[in-house]
């Protein structure tokens, strides 16, 4: 679980505006690729030099700057360069942020989480994810890698639909809707994990399954936590004092919103779906035990009164004097009759 | 459980307003009917070729176009026809889409959930119904064909009542009506299976009871995360701004609208019937065990002594020289007491 | 259980207004008495032919109409008279209604619940009681006749306090108060259930109890959906706008929903109470079972090592030339002490 | 915990502002005290005749009537002397009310609870305070005689502090003061009396200790049902339109209102503490019973395999020709691997 | 528990606004440090006699008085000479204060729980800090002295940041932002417990593991007391009618408003989390009890029957004219066959 939590003690007592990374992979290379286009032209180019970035400030061109690995100077360079508050620069470094949306007049900063499946399918990363808006230009910033943006990058391409036609606050909008659309794929597969779990539970449960359970809550309650404040964010950008988005923006982020809702509701379906689950699994642990209890029960009590009488009677046979010849097969046919008697009684019961 | 999730993901990355349907059944046949009707003539008939209905659009009748099956190219062009906006006709395909309620102006277009009983009247079958409002016209889209709307065509047959009379404000109305009055029969019938579970649970709780409880209270999860939106639809249609709605409708809408609140509170009432009967499955299968283990603690704790002292007088046989001639109908007086003790010390204790 | 869920079924899919009994009771004769009275005189009389009523409409005295029994044609002829809209008596003739109140302002409509003991005190009986007030009268329905209205009934006789020089809304005031004043003494009488259950929890649970609990919890539940919209009820009888609420009744009201909030508050604690009920039950349980376990444990691990050294020992005794004359004390003894021991080792782990 | 609900049912059919004591002491003697005092002069005596009372109502000093014990006559003379409304004198009388505040412009009448420790400090009494105020007079009703306002009698003897500068307001907010400070030693004496159980619970825990965990369970539903509404009377008296209440003595309100905050959170705390000691409890039945039938497991599985072993070892004895010379130290050989063999496994299994 | 109630009670029926320390540690020692900053000088020093902080009050420096330790005298004298009102000083010492924030125009009093580790990392203390903020100073009183300011002195003597430039108003904000900050470490602490527990519930749990689940349950429920106000607290502080708070301190507020929400969220996902922890802990004993039970019952089930046919078998032997040769090979196979056929009944129900 420690993985999770990005370590912001490191930062504690540090003056507001210090800019320092928290998460957990800072040595990994920092990428940098720009696209900037406009209705009739697009170029996308891979940044070696963190300069090449700033002529792109003064472009009448839509231009994106996407950032992958989050690197102190690189994104220090980038924000003086596009006037990027400090603090807002050392949140988007500090990547334990609770999702928000914070207004400058001239840009606009965006902080969500993006989801992804870690290796073997297993658990859900949640990497942070931010967004500055500007007049002409969007800045992403991702902690890792991810291609999430590849669906918005072929669509800028291919030059269809709005996208090329529509200015930087549309590009923010296909941004946030690649992400949100990704969620829906992490809760599908995470959809598909609770119906495994749920069909082994109805037919044969196992400690396993119960583990497994627990996984999935934990993996909800952190989604929630991740999900939920997106919600505020949205309305905030929806709201008609944001300078920045156009009112044709404005209208696909209902759409956004929308999804963001459907998520949420999704994973409180799917909590009290693994709520539900657990307690069936605690019912069918306490029918199991019924069930090896009754054996046990029924075994026990047949068998323990007939070894003591077999027990007595063989002590009878020490009393020279008293040798009934008959005494033997009556001896077994009490015993017979008294386990089926005992029989009946269990089978009336209903515990055989 | 996965049929219930239509796999969003297949659209993930597409540029909004690209209808795409991602439920089960694409390869149904799409059936079109018409009715146009006013208070003095009827028409109806079943569609053969889509380009029969556009003729409609200039009708000053009440025009309503039901489509069963969602096929992409028949949306299409009965859309852009009717001026239907691009992102309804994605959402209409979209059969994941929380019920909701969009104003445009010059047509009105709400997405709710129809429940049918499935097959062997086990599973509740949850199926997107759209409707869109216009000045002259309603079109319905269902996933599959159903009866829900039969009742409605029957009242305008008939002419009895208002609806003859009424614009398509009304038609639409009456339509959202039977959806909910369905909602209604489904309810119905959970509270009979939630009686028979009962009964079941009080009289003779087996294993199998859990899992139907268990099973019930999903549907109830899944009812009402497909019934919960629609408070905010109606609420929505009530609005003084909404221009297409009449007054007298309205009024009638807010008889949907408690039609809707109760429909709420009877799942809320049952979710809680659920859990109460759980709770009652644990405490009776608490109790059965109980039951077990005191018959098997009794015998074993009456028998398991009664044996020792058998083997134990066993053992004083082979002393010869120590032979009571009595010993044999004293040790068996000795046990006969013990063994009553017990079965008294057992009765005080309430064991029996 | 289905006999709480009028079956509203039988309506789907007819036309809004179209008055239908869905309750249970049908075949039972109308009742239809009539009190009219001013500050001086006072006529009441039991109705035999329903156009007795009609005259009353025109009468300037406060006129109350009670209708006990609920059937179509005298409530549609009654309805007529008084100018009841169509909507509102299919609303009276449709038991399963949500508590609520319409105001059409030339009259108000008001529909709640009454509760009753069923036979032998067993079952919350839930009857629904509708009200229609007028400028110068009050209609009640009842589905069976009840004697809640007695006491108002007597108020108006014997002509103290201010019932007889007040209008009709005083009258509707006194029978809303009526019905919930009666809600006390449900509680009350549920109350006594609940401390009964609870003694027989503390001092001798069975099975019975907790099938108690549970039925005690379904009574709330159904109280709960019965009541709790009241609140709604009397808050829109309070507003201002209601023209037919004189200001001298509306202070009393104030009064009326200060005890539906009680009534609420304390159905809230009672489900409180058997949840921790429930609780406790599931631990006396628990530990009833530990305590059966433990004789059990004792008496096992006590007798089966015994038995075993028993049954070495007896073997030995077949090896002729292993015979020590000490052998059979000595073996006792051994035994003795492992039993003392044992009893020992329980004590100090306070198994006994 | 039928004590706990007065008989509100005598009252059922009442007439509105027909007073009648409810509650469960009424023989008991009325016994009223007065104080008048201003800045210069202070006056204190216990009342003989009733009458003594009357003459302050046109006193300019701050006059506070004490009243222990509810007796109708009393309070029907006392309440017509000083105007108080007959909805009032009925509340006063019903030991049943809702905290709240009714502000009837020329005076002000306030209901709540005082809580006092029972006799051997086992049950919370919860007994009902009213206070009326006018504008030169406070008057106090209490149930039982307590003790609880001796400090604010103090507090006007020394003339210390503001309380005699100030109006009759002041001493009102000073009584509603000194019940609230009184509900912080109740929850002192309840947060004791939890860590009492909870020590038991960590180290011993018996059957006794969920009684105890249930009782206070209840007592805490009592205690929120009880306090919770007083928030509402609080805010109440701090609205502006409240004319009696002075501004300095508004600001001193706010103190007793976030006193009554903290109380509610409290309270919610400890619901929330007793809630996990109860599952801890669980788990400690839980952890019992597994460490019981380890007990019986290992015993059992060690010794019924080896008597069985004994027992076809001696079936071997009695055909005379197969008689080993070392069989039975064999035998004991092969029974003490098997059993060191079980221990080994056991222990393995953590089971010892 | 006891430890963390101050006893309030002590103070029960004094008049407001008198002053009297309620925590545990009155004796230590009070120490009180002075620093006075502007833009260009810096002096700290600690104060030896109360007398040399009076000159303050009319330094136009940033004056900051910390006081570690609550004496009455100090307070008093303090609060006099900078004007704090007397109920301020009353809620200094009284520790048991719920945060909250009051504006009196000259200054504003600010109080809110900083938490700090106990000996051992074991328990989390909850200790109370106030802020008195006027035009040139702040005063800051700690129960016991801690080094959570310690990084805001650094920065003050350092001269980085904004901190020497800006007003007091700026200081209470880096001092609540210090406390804010610590609340991070303290929960990164009880995440690496939880996660210790989880580990231990996941491979090997014990009764040891349950309780410290619900140790940390309190500690959350505890925590959110604590924390859950400062919500209101920093949103009275951003509201613009305060008027010591200048614009650009507010939007720094704005930061602190956030991470006390995500402290908030974080603590209910750790709540929600160890719930679900408690959960499969009672899963993983149910899961033990069952493989405990199926052991016994495997070995119970296999050996009594058997047990059984040799002691008839052994029966048989004393009746001298049947003999069979091959008797005892025989009962050792019918035994075998036996045996064998229960395990592979135990195996194919998946007890083995």
Redesign the interface.
Not at 277 to 288: A, F, G, I, K, V
Not at 312 to 319: A, C, E, K, M, S
């Given at each position: 679980?420690?993985k999770r939590?990005p370590?912001?003690?490191k930062?504690?007592?540090?003056?507001?505006?210090?800019p320092m990374y928290i998460g957990e992979n800072p040595t990994e290379e920092t990428k940098i690729t720009i696209i900037h286009y406009d209705a009739t032209e697009l170029q996308e180019k891979e940044v070696e030099k963190l300069e090449e970035c700033f002529s792109l400030r003064d472009k009448q061109t839509v231009n994106w700057i996407n950032v992958n690995g989050l690197h102190i100077e690189a994104i220090e360079q980038l924000g003086h360069c596009f006037g990027v508050p400090a603090?807002v620069l050392e949140d988007i470094l500090n990547t334990?942020q609770?999702p928000?949306m914070e207004d400058f007049g001239k840009n606009l900063y965006i902080v969500l989480k993006m989801l992804s499946c870690g290796p073997h399918n297993k658990d859900i990363l949640i990497e942070q994810v931010s967004l500055v808006l500007g007049p002409n230009y969007v800045l992403s910033f991702q902690e890792r890698g991810g291609d999430v943006f590849?669906?918005?990058r072929?669509?800028i391409r291919s030059g269809?639909?709005?996208?090329r036609q529509a200015g930087p606050d549309y590009l923010a909008y296909a941004l946030l809707?690649?992400i949100v659309?990704?969620y829906?794929?992490i809760?599908?597969s995470l959809?598909?994990k609770?119906?495994v779990v749920?069909d082994k539970l109805?037919t044969?449960p196992t400690?396993k399954t119960?583990?497994e359970i627990?996984h999935l809550?934990?993996e909800m309650?952190?989604l929630r936590?991740s999900i939920w404040p997106l919600r505020e964010v949205i309305t905030g950008l929806e709201r008609e004092e944001v300078m920045l988005i156009t009112p044709i923006t404005r209208t696909?982020l209902r759409?956004v919103y929308?999804h963001t809702?459907?998520v949420i509701?999704?994973i409180e379906?799917y909590r009290?779906?693994l709520a539900?689950?657990?307690?069936?699994?605690?019912?069918?642990?306490?029918?199991?035990?019924?069930e090896?209890?009754?054996?046990?029960?029924v075994?026990?009590?047949i068998?323990?009164?007939?070894?003591?009488i077999?027990?007595?009677?063989?002590?009878?046979?020490?009393?020279p004097e008293v040798h009934w010849p008959w005494g033997?097969p009556a001896?077994?046919l009490v015993?017979a009759l008294i386990g089926m008697g005992m029989l009946i009684y269990f089978r009336k019961k209903?515990?055989l």
């Open positions: 679980m420690s939590i370590k912001r003690s930062k504690a007592g540090l003056p507001p505006g210090t603090l334990d609770r928000k590849e669906p918005v072929e669509r269809k639909g709005h996208l809707d690649a659309d990704n829906f794929i809760l599908e959809s598909e609770i119906a749920e109805l044969d400690p119960v583990q627990h809550k934990r309650i952190y936590k696909h759409d929308d809702i459907q509701e999704t379906t009290e779906m539900s689950m657990h307690d069936l699994y605690l019912s069918s642990m306490s029918n199991q035990m019924n090896v209890m009754r054996v046990l029960t075994i026990a009590t068998f323990i009164p007939l070894s003591f077999a027990e007595v009677y063989d002590l009878n046979f020490f009393i033997y001896i077994i015993m209903r515990w």
